[in-house]
């Protein structure tokens, strides 16, 4: 499975963009790119995914680099609900498997 | 419900014993998932089914665990023999179409087991 790496922790003010890093170098061409994140006491809620150009919804955006190696996911204006554990995911083509790694955790100061 | 449930929400055993975890998918979705979170840890895999069969198991941790879906909705997750390192919070996901690479996944709350 490939692998992604995120920072541990990252802090934002409220009403900031945040941008949230992920490095996927081992990514192969038919991975596709999920972010999903996990409010305390909650089970994980989707976010966004994309494979290869830019996405955008309610939510969020994500920027996938040319070579797929990184992506960004990126909040326009955090909230404090914001406040959660957000994971990079690559959904491997011929197995289904939704593969969590250690997230990162993003904190928000009002 | 429209979501994905998960009974019961809480369970305390004692060591030893056996446990069931139960998961209601969304209807209709294919694909039902099987996680495990320990306290301030990330969501390890266990299993996953596509309709009622499993095509990997790697990541159940040993043959005390095991999980069946029938009719391609309720699933069942089994642990025997419980023990202390067993607590923690099992979560069950389902989406649409498994194999289809633009499908989001649906966690329901997950079941807080605590082995005394």
């Known amino acids: 499975d490939a692998k992604t790496t995120q920072p541990n922790s990252m802090e934002s003010n409220e009403e900031e963009p945040v941008h949230l890093p992920c490095n996927h170098s081992?990514?192969?061409?038919?991975?596709?790119i999920h972010w999903y994140r996990q409010l305390p006491s909650q089970g994980p809620e989707y976010v966004i995914h994309?494979?290869?150009s830019n996405v955008n919804n309610r939510m969020a955006s994500l920027a996938i680099a040319e070579d797929r190696k990184s992506s960004t996911l990126i909040l326009h204006r955090a909230t404090l609900r914001d406040a959660a554990v957000y994971y990079c995911?690559?959904?491997?083509?011929?197995?289904?498997?939704?593969?969590f790694g250690t997230g990162t955790r993003l904190q928000v100061f009002p | 419900g429209a979501g994905v449930s998960q009974s019961p929400s809480n369970k305390v055993t004692e060591k030893g014993k056996d446990v069931e975890l139960r998961c209601d998918p969304i209807?209709?979705?294919?694909?039902l998932y099987w996680y495990r979170q320990s306290l301030g840890q990330g969501l390890e895999f266990l299993i996953y089914?596509?309709?009622?069969?499993?095509?990997?198991k790697s990541g159940l941790p040993s043959d005390r665990f095991s999980a069946e879906r029938t009719g391609g909705s309720v699933s069942t997750l089994t642990i025997q023999r419980t023990q202390q390192e067993d607590s923690a919070v099992y979560l069950c996901?389902?989406?649409?179409?498994?194999?289809?690479?633009?499908?989001?996944?649906?966690f329901g709350q997950g079941t807080r087991l605590t082995v005394v």
């Open positions: 996901a389902s989406s649409p179409e498994g194999r289809r690479m633009n499908t989001e996944a649906f």
């Open positions: 081992t990514i192969s061409g038919t991975d596709y």
């Open positions: 994309g494979l290869t």
């Open positions: 995911i690559l959904r491997a083509f011929n197995t289904d498997k939704l593969i």
């Open positions: 209807s209709g979705h294919t694909a």
């Open positions: 089914f596509q309709g009622n069969s499993a095509p990997d």
